[in-house]
C-alpha cells in the first residue's frame, strides 16, 4: 500500500512531536487530531475535517481549520 502511494507522488510527513503536544493541551484535542492540526499548520494547508468536535474545538483560533459540512461541489 504504501509503496503505491509513493508512486504516485504522496509525501509522507511526520508533525513535530512538539507542536502535536502543543496543540493537544492548547485545545483539549487527542494527539491523533492534534497530529492533523500541526501538520496543516507547518505545511501552511486547510484542513476539512468531518469531525465536529475537532472543528468545534479549535475553528475560533485557527479559521484554515474547515468543516467538511461547508464543502460546496
Not at 2 to 19: E, F, K, M, N
Not at 40 to 66: I, Y
Amino acid at each position: 500500500m504504501i509503496r503505491r502511494l509513493l508512486s504516485v507522488g504522496v509525501l509522507l510527513q511526520t508533525p513535530d512531536p512538539g507542536a502535536v503536544y502543543a496543540a493537544a493541551v492548547r485545545f483539549g484535542i487527542s494527539a491523533y487530531d492534534s497530529a492533523y492540526v500541526a501538520l496543516g499548520e507547518s505545511e501552511n494547508l486547510e484542513l476539512w475535517t468531518a469531525d465536529r468536535q475537532l472543528f468545534d474545538a479549535v475553528t475560533k483560533d485557527l479559521p484554515w481549520v474547515r468543516w467538511l459540512g461547508d464543502w460546496q461541489i
